[in-house]
């Protein structure tokens, strides 16, 4: 079956650590797209990729880092930057990129927390 | 600005009673509208999506929507709500090269 593979399920950052969250999908979609959900603030773009070996800021890029290496993979990086990473994230592709309108496909998330 | 209002964060129906969830949206142009849905720990899924046409749209699920551009509106509905539709509710608009998202309805359910 296509689809979305986030992970690790549940992810703890010690203090100063960076740490990588994975998503891989085999859907053959050009474009892939993180998001951060914090409880009542919905879902904000982190970072996102129209194409192979290049992406852009989303509105709260600041602490987080990406690449885009292969068409299948968008590894996410929370690094020590980032002063608040508790949060869940979401990885998510569409059939193309440059048109906001496409359907977008979710992976299941990575919950993220501070010890 | 782009934005998408939800007004109401939570929700709560008995099992059976119709539901409505309240939408609004800021765009200039034509919009394109989508109502997404979440289960706990879960991704989003599409329910269903306006473009252009016939204003009112039906979903997956028994779900449905209506687009008026008059109220800015884009208000989801279902006639007979089942348990497991409980979940959280994201009404979102399509922006120049993004998805904007409103924060979400919670829907609890009643047996």
């Known amino acids: 079956d296509g689809g979305i593979t986030q992970s690790p399920k549940y992810l703890f950052r010690k203090e100063g650590q960076n740490v990588t969250l994975s998503c891989e999908q085999n859907?053959?979609?050009?474009?892939m797209y993180w998001y951060r959900q914090d409880p009542g603030q919905g879902l904000r773009l982190i970072y996102y990729?129209?194409?192979?070996?290049?992406?852009q800021k989303g509105d709260i890029a600041e602490g987080y880092s990406v690449s885009r290496e292969k068409k299948e993979s968008f590894p996410l990086t929370v690094t020590s930057a980032q002063k608040n990473p508790t949060a869940f994230y979401l990885c998510?592709?569409?059939?193309?990129?440059?048109?906001?309108?496409?359907?977008?496909?979710f992976g299941s998330g990575t919950q993220l927390s501070v010890l | 600005a782009q934005s998408v209002t939800q007004p109401d964060i939570h929700i709560t129906v008995s099992e059976g009673a119709s539901l409505e969830l309240r939408c609004n949206y800021s765009?200039?142009?034509?919009?394109?509208l989508f109502w997404y849905v979440q289960s706990p720990g879960q991704g989003l899924q599409l329910l269903l999506k306006?473009?252009?046409?016939?204003?009112l749209v039906q979903g997956i699920k028994g779900f449905e929507a209506e687009f008026k551009r008059s109220q800015s509106s884009f208000n989801l509905r279902k006639p007979s709500v089942h348990w497991s539709d409980a979940a959280e509710y994201f009404c979102?608009?399509?922006?120049?090269?993004?998805?904007?998202f409103g924060t979400g309805t919670r829907l609890q359910v009643f047996p």
């Open positions: 998510a592709s569409s059939i193309r990129g440059g048109r906001s309108s496409e359907k977008l496909f």
């Open positions: 859907l053959n979609h050009d474009a």
């Open positions: 990729s129209q194409i192979v070996n290049d992406f």
């Open positions: 765009y200039g142009a034509t919009p394109y």
């Open positions: 306006y473009f252009s046409g016939d204003t």
């Open positions: 979102a608009v399509a922006g120049t090269d993004k998805l904007i």
